[in-house]
């Protein structure tokens, strides 16, 4: 147990890739996905940027965000067609080159064996930067992809999930941020003030005030979180009783 | 009518404001929201970046992608609390001074005086960088901010429809993306050549493909983007043609 170790900040970087989200077309979910899995990690989700599938916009921020964070994570663009162009263009931004992984190709084989056979476009699905380790995939077969620290996964959030599923405990993380929430039918506006001394009062201590229009009311959430439970309970402690005191009574676990 | 003009393409980056979606505990529809909105103005949205609430992560993000598309879209951080930064932190990154707008003001004061009056931490809410003109938000009091081509806009969805709504047709805006969908029960690995090859044959056309595995069967959409009617509508008959020939009938308008 060393002091410099549990007081590193472990962060990660997201690239979504994809025409699809920014035409409006489909609802990401693996921002959200990827950040409770990470925060679980004990890793901190930094920055996010989406993406088309381009391959020099898609460079680019490959290139900013994996010398920035611990880890990169990327999410769409694997997949057997033409627009799928993640490996290509991660590739080209890494300066190396692609080609087939032997294991990631038997993976394939076996899995298209009853499902039609292998055919050059699903054995586009093997491609990797040279040097990459594979990711197990256990929904359809086609693995994700490990170059250093970077993490290429699928766009199709329940294929993302199992590949999630499948580093969980293999990162090296920090310390893991710890949550509390209360919520309390109060305009946040009411209690900006008392927030903010509350937050300043619990050094390592962050408030986050989520309002909502309910049942014709006006109420919030508000969450703290810290990475030592002392801090956050004493945080947690200081909030419901300055409410309570202001005559905002308080629902644990948030409203 | 200028070729010139028509030919031109409009874009928009959007940056996601706030550490509860960097968190994983709110999930953004801002992002699907506001870029459906800009493809009925004639805009694409080419980029997206999800920051935390931190003035550094902000600044750098309006500096870049300001210069870099031609309207700037933010949402989140603009309420009453201490963590609602956005403002400040765009004024900053602008060089340009924090003002309380008057108009934005005399908002505020009409709709508080029966919600329990103009406090000081709602007062924020009416603080601009100096030379913003106002969105009107017709959901909850607290108006948006334009200065030059950025948009300042809330983080709720459903504040930041109406504001979208105020601000619909007023944006000089490029030729609408048209597009067209089919769907078919189809793998999309057994077809993706045909898909690169259609999209080849019609220049100025785009194929998506999108997977989707549902009553125990696989298949996909595809959908067809183009500027251009003429285009739009050669590249969908050749494709539904192509399908229907490999013996793949289709859904119009998608499965």
Known sequence: MSTVTSDRIWTAALIVIGDEILSGRTQDKNVAQIASWLNVQGIRLREVRVVA??????GEAVNILRARSDYLFTTGGIGPTHDDIT??????ALGVDVIVHPEAEAVL???????????EARL???RVPRGSSLIPNRMSGAP???FENIFIMAGVPHITAGMLDALTGTLEGGAPLLSGQ?????????????LASTERAHAGSQIGSYPFFREGR????????ATQQNVLDSCMDALVAGLEERGWPVTRGGI
Chains 1, 2 share one sequence.
Do not use: C, K, P
Request: net charge negative.
């Open 124 to 126: 586009r699905m093997a």
């Open 87 to 92: 490996v290509d263009a991660i590739a080209a």
């Open 53 to 58: 599938d381009d391959a020099a916009a898609i």
């Open 109 to 119: 084989e076996r899995y298209y064996r009853e499902r039609g056979g292998l055919t």
């Open 218 to 225: 006006v109420g919030a959430n508000f969450v703290v979180r």
């Open 144 to 146: 994700g992809i490990r």
């Open 182 to 194: 209360v919520g309390s039918w109060v305009a946040e506006s009411e209690i900006a003030d008392f």
